[in-house]
C-alpha cells in the first residue's frame, strides 16, 4: 500500500521560509500527479499547487510567485519550497495526488506549519 510520510514544517515568522518534503512509497510516484493541500484552523482543505509526472507546475492564486513545487523522481519526494510566509499560510501541509480520476491516496499525518506575525 502507497504511503505518504510529510516533513518539514515548523514555526516561522512571517517573510520566512521553510522546505516540506514528501516521501511516498511504492512505484506509482514517478508517473504521478501529485500535489500539495492544507488545511486552515477551522476551514476547509484546499489545494497548493500540482505537479504532473513531465515537471508542469500549477498553483493556487495563493501560492503564485511565493511557493515552489517540485520532484525528485529518483527518491520519490516531492518538495514545497514556501518563501515569504504569511500568517494566513498556517495549516496542517499534506502531499497526496488529485482526487481524480483515480481518488486520493491514504492521507498521511500532514506537517504543521505556523507562521507568527
Known amino acids: 500500500q502507497v504511503q505518504l510520510v510529510e516533513s518539514g514544517g515548523g514555526l516561522v515568522q512571517a517573510g520566512g521560509s521553510l522546505r516540506l518534503s514528501c516521501v511516498v512509497s511504492g512505484r506509482i510516484f514517478s508517473v504521478t500527479t501529485m500535489a500539495w493541500y492544507r488545511q486552515p484552523p477551522g476551514k476547509q482543505r484546499e489545494l497548493v499547487a500540482l505537479?504532473?509526472?513531465?515537471?508542469?507546475?500549477t498553483y493556487a492564486d495563493s501560492a503564485k510567485g511565493r511557493f515552489t513545487i517540485s520532484r525528485d523522481n529518483a527518491k520519490n519526494t516531492l518538495y514545497l519550497q514556501m518563501n515569504s510566509l504569511k500568517a494566513e499560510d498556517t495549516a496542517v501541509y499534506h502531499c497526496?495526488?488529485?482526487?481524480?480520476?483515480?481518488?486520493?491516496?491514504?492521507w498521511g499525518q500532514g506537517t504543521q506549519v505556523t507562521v507568527s506575525s
Open positions: 497526496n495526488r488529485p482526487q481524480l480520476p483515480f481518488g486520493f491516496l491514504p
Open positions: 505537479i504532473n509526472s513531465s515537471g508542469t507546475t
